[in-house]
């Protein structure tokens, strides 16, 4: 067990100290809100899972755990020594391009927004036969068609634009909800609001919780720092909406491969749902544990940050580069989740 390994303890600690740092900072808005939302994430992603799931770590060696947070330790170590030499770098960088930005009033920046994200829908759309209400409300999940539904491998230019206009969907969605909360006027944040909210459903529904998320954590996070409300309701709606992201999830993990039509037409939906199910992803300290017995028994090797060129890459079009590297692969592979019927093995 986890609580059983000193590393542990000194990174819980860490943890807990930086996080209370950060956030007095942000209170005297002397610190970017990024470096909060980075422990939120590592507390979520190394802390939370072993004691929802403690049976799942069990069979793992102690030393193993140990050297794992330990890992974690010297990230959080790293990451507080290097953030305030990368915002400094960051600020001294700024041009008066930068700045000239400032002019641009928030509505006109809604409007270009709300341009893109229309026509990103309207194409959506076309690619469901004009099926307004199965483009937003892809019930069927994974096991029917989305509007920006495609093979996990494209080496077409046609799977390309696909892919990228799928992205920056995603990416615009998420904007406007952030700039809800810097519109002047009411009937401007009642339009970022509802274009926000339209499309919603559909990132839902498609079974991709890592896209809701990208898509609804900066609306909260926007809401959280910049939103009028006291602190205290501020704090209290992020607890509901963790309540209701956790429960919401729940949902989608146990419908997205067949569809959610049962579960709608259900009139006791959570009767249609394993009361064992519990939340997949966050045990990522288990992971780290996996990837260092790789390490060790020389099934792959440090790669010194060619990982993250091959993510930066990874923008050009397999059409132009058929050989381009499948991020992530060959780490499932060791884990064992091959599947002969998939497009990737």
């Known amino acids: 067990m986890v609580t059983h390994e000193l590393t542990f ?5 860490a943890l807990l100290v930086l996080t209370v740092e950060s956030c007095i900072k942000l209170l005297k808005q002397d610190s970017f809100g990024i470096t909060l939302a980075v422990y939120v994430t590592v507390f979520a992603w190394y802390f ?4 929802l799931n403690p049976e799942q770590y069990d069979y793992l060696p102690s030393f193993l755990l140990g050297q794992s ?3 974690v330790l010297l990230f959080l170590i790293a990451f507080r020594a290097v953030m305030p030499v990368a915002v400094r770098w960051i600020v001294r960088q700024r041009t008066p391009g930068v700045f000239a930005t400032q002019r641009v009033s928030p509505e006109q920046i809604l409007i270009a927004a709300g ?15 004009g099926d307004v209400i199965g483009a937003v409300f ?4 994974r096991a029917g068609v989305t509007m920006w539904g495609r093979g996990a491998i494209e080496t077409s230019a046609s799977g390309f634009l696909i892919a990228s206009a799928a992205y920056l969907f995603n990416a615009i969605t998420a904007f406007l909800g952030v700039l809800v909360f810097f519109q002047r006027s009411t009937s401007w944040r009642l339009l970022a609001g509802a274009m926000f909210a339209i499309t919603l459903p559909y990132f839902f529904f498609e079974g991709a919780r890592s896209h809701f998320l990208a898509v609804l954590l900066p609306f909260i996070l926007t809401y959280l720092f910049y939103g009028r409300h006291p602190l205290v309701l501020r704090l209290a709606v992020l607890a509901v909406a963790f309540v209701c992201l956790d429960q919401g999830f729940k949902l989608v993990t146990a419908f997205r491969g067949t569809g959610f039509r049962e579960l709608l037409a259900s009139e006791n939906p959570y009767e249609l749902v394993d009361e064992d199910l519990r939340q997949a992803g966050l045990n990522m300290i288990q992971e780290l544990c996996f ?11 440090p790669a010194y940050g060619a990982r993250y060129l091959s993510e930066l890459l990874n923008v050009v079009p397999r059409a132009i580069w058929p050989s381009k590297p499948l991020i992530g692969i060959d780490y499932a592979k060791w884990r064992g989740f091959e599947d002969p019927n998939s497009e990737l093995g």
């Open 291 to 301: 990837a260092n017995v790789y390490v060790e028994t020389g099934d792959t090797s």
């Open 69 to 71: 947070y330990g890992e």
């Open 48 to 51: 939370v899972d072993p004691f």
């Open 9 to 13: 303890y000194l990174a819980a600690v």
């Open 115 to 129: 341009a893109i994200w229309l026509l990103l829908f309207v194409i959506g759309i076309a690619r469901l036969g």
């Open 138 to 141: 892809p019930i069927d999940s």
